[in-house]
């Protein structure tokens, strides 16, 4: 097989979508992913090397769940991913995509915006206070992109 050979499609695959965020360092709640209302997965064979979701959570849509291997990174691979959740935020008449970026620098590469201290969003970091890597490895933002 071609090792270059990545397919970008729809997955359902909660359990090995997990397993990525947590090898890519994301700190996540226990058990299943939550509130996933579609998600893509980069496929390397049957292997997942990428994935971002779509999440209904606090009573609104939200772009979560973005990993890359760090096998595969720097390729366009999450850039590929994030587009196709913004078409799906699109195609439900979403008019901006808000995330919470652990890697605000990317987000800010693929045309997302970050908000400024003391901005209000959908979003918030009130769930990193208590994070133990919060502004000791982990510099995260909201960020926002408009649709
Ligand atoms: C962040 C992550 C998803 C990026 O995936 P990727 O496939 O390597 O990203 P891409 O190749 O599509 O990069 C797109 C652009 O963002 C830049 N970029 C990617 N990761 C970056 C990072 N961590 N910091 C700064 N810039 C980054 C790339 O240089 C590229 O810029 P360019 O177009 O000017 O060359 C991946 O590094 C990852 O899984 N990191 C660990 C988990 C994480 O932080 N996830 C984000 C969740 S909030």
Known sequence: MNPEAIMIRRTED????KALCVSAGLDM???P???VVVAYGA????KLV?????QFADGGHFLEYVAVDASVRSRGIGASLVA???EEARARGMSDLWAKAK???FYERIGFRVLTEGERGP???DTCQTCPQFRSTCFPAIVVKLL
């Open 14 to 17: 909660l359990d090995a979508m």
């Open 29 to 31: 709640a226990e058990g």
């Open 33 to 35: 992913l939550e509130g």
């Open 43 to 46: 496929y390397l064979g049957d």
């Open 50 to 54: 990428g994935c971002a979701t779509l």
């Open 84 to 86: 196709k959740i913004e």
């Open 103 to 105: 890697a605000p620098v």
């Open 123 to 125: 979003k918030n970091l």
